[in-house]
């Protein structure tokens, strides 16, 4: 199970790596909701995270994930403990701040351009950022961490680029054939009357040759072989056809 569940986060790793030109180090956008269920699991993310994703990472938060659990109480203490020690990245709310959860999202833009990872339990999170391509979703179920596999509006995102990348070129490509093969068949057209032209002209390089042979000495010779062969070989016809019922006779 264990070493399946490897295979599919790496199989997803390169998805992302691939389509969304994600990097190392990778960045771990975390929230409250993640450390708290860390912090239940004995999971050490500092130690398992770089373990499961095969590569480096950079763990971080906002500042309003951090405000969200200081409101929250003595219950998220240890949460907050663990919350703090991560990077803590700018988000807009510095004066005023926002739901973790509202933060989040914010973080991703509408195309995740700082290429976030995002570790959560919130599903308000969850849902909101399925609605935006390439976030890797990482949470805690029975005791492990998950990379979630690629979302739907993920896929959806590669494939209409894919077929982006391959419909127009593809449409010009045929159209290109089309029309070579237009101008090939003209081409074709023009080549073969060119060439009955040439066929009327041909007799030039071929007398060229004859020339040529005529000028050498010893082909006049074989020439002249060739036609007494010929004739021989004539008159042996002949001779075997007339001689061919006398021979069978004997
Ligand atoms: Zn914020």
């Not at 907050?80 to 973080?107: D, G, N, T, W, Y």
């Not at 195309?111 to 919130?122: M, R, S």
């Not at 002209?201 to 042979?213: A, H, I, Q, T, V």
Request: proline letters at 6%.
């Amino acid at each position: 199970m264990k070493i399946k569940r490897q295979k599919q986060a790496k199989k997803t790793i390169s998805f992302y790596k691939f389509n969304f030109s994600f990097r190392e180090p990778f960045q771990i956008l975390i929230d409250g909701t993640f450390c708290q269920a860390a912090l239940k699991n004995k999971i050490q993310i500092k130690e398992q995270m770089p373990k499961y994703l095969m590569g480096e990472v950079q763990l971080c938060t906002t500042n309003c994930a951090l405000k969200e659990l200081e409101t929250l109480g003595k219950e998220l203490y240890g949460a907050k403990i663990i919350l703090q020690r991560f990077q803590v990245r700018r988000c807009p709310h510095f004066k005023s701040p926002v739901p973790a959860s509202e933060c989040l999202l914010s973080m991703l833009e509408e195309t995740n351009p700082h290429h976030y990872f995002v570790a959560t339990q919130d599903h308000t999170v969850t849902a909101g950022l399925k609605k935006i391509p390439g976030v890797p979703l990482l949470y805690i179920i029975l005791n492990t961490i998950v990379l979630d596999k690629p979302c739907k509006t993920s896929l959806d995102h590669v494939q209409a680029v894919q077929l982006g990348e391959l419909v127009s070129p593809a449409q010009q490509q045929s159209i290109r054939s089309l029309k070579e093969e237009q101008g090939i068949a003209q081409k074709d057209g023009e080549r073969r009357g060119k060439k009955r032209k040439r066929k009327q002209s041909n007799p030039n390089p071929l007398s060229c040759l004859k020339k040529k042979k005529k000028g050498v000495p010893t082909p006049s010779l074989k020439k002249t072989e060739q036609g007494q062969k010929r004739k021989r070989s004539r008159h042996k016809k002949q001779k075997d056809d007339m001689s061919a019922p006398v021979v069978t006779n004997t």
